[in-house]
């Protein structure tokens, strides 16, 4: 379970996160839905504590993890995986390097198995062993974002968390990814937090839904119940630079 308290985070003196509570379930999909420029990105990374809130606490199972030198924080890390927005595979490596990348890092295991789980998880996406050998460049943006969910099943987390993972796609690709993050949710990891302005994404997969608007949670709760109104207030804003 993870146990968010009185989250904030300003940018020049303008609040981006103000006061955020919320707890996520185990073996839950929470969404975490609303346009552009409302803080959800800075939420999602100061979760994994790739951004640090100005103040508030992040408890894992207990643990508050903002109180923690960043050398005690891996041993959290290597319980979450994170599929970025623009996917973030290293350019330098190709497919087969940047999946196997984790478990040279982190693991044992020999060259052959290491291999097999690199197999493993391009199957999982859907893809064959011909896109080993290509570097992201050479893949569409639909490959590209299969790869990255790859990459996270092969950490094997306990929590997963998506930024914008149907930006940019296509139909057929977002229904790719829908269909993914069901199935990684029944097999690899249940707990996943989505953060998403794509109102089909939010009632394909999610469990419970937050709105978040100008940095402040206006709605938790299961889908069915929030209203078209609802939605309506949270779209009609203006907004800042995407945060």
């Known amino acids: 379970m993870i146990e968010v308290r009185e989250l904030s985070k300003n940018y020049n003196e303008v609040p981006v996160l ?3 509570d919320l707890d996520i379930n185990d073996s839950e999909t929470l969404v975490i839905l609303g346009p552009s420029g409302q803080g959800k990105t800075v939420f999602i990374k ?3 504590r790739l951004i640090e809130p100005d103040s508030g606490t992040i408890r894992y199972d207990g643990i ?3 109180t923690l030198p960043k050398r005690k924080f891996i041993a959290v890390q290597k319980k979450i995986a994170f599929v970025f927005q623009d996917n973030a595979l290293f ?3 190709n497919v ?3 999946l196997s990348l984790y478990l040279r890092m982190h693991s044992k295991l020999s060259e052959k198995e290491i291999i097999k789980e690199v197999l493993r998880a391009i199957e999982f996406v859907r893809l064959n062993e011909e896109v080993l050998d290509k570097y992201p460049e050479e893949l569409s943006g639909g490959m590209m974002k299969r790869v990255a969910i790859a990459r996270a099943m092969i950490q094997k987390p306990c929590y997963m968390f998506y930024d914008e ?3 940019g796609l296509d139909e057929a690709n977002v229904e790719m990814v829908v269909e993914l993050i069901r199935k990684f949710k029944k097999r690899v990891c249940a707990t996943a937090v989505i953060v998403t302005h794509d109102i089909h994404l939010m009632h ?3 469990d419970r839904v937050v709105l978040l608007k100008e940095g402040k949670i206006v709605f938790v709760g299961k889908k ?3 209203s078209e109104e609802s939605l309506h207030r949270l779209y009609d804003t203006g907004v800042r630079d995407d945060l």
């Open 165 to 167: 993972p149907t930006t």
């Open 224 to 226: 069915e119940e929030i």
């Open 64 to 66: 508050d993890v903002l």
């Open 204 to 206: 394909a997969v999610s």
């Open 91 to 93: 350019d330098f490596l």
């Open 46 to 48: 100061s979760l994994v």
């Open 18 to 20: 103000n006061g955020i």
């Open 96 to 98: 087969k390097e940047n």
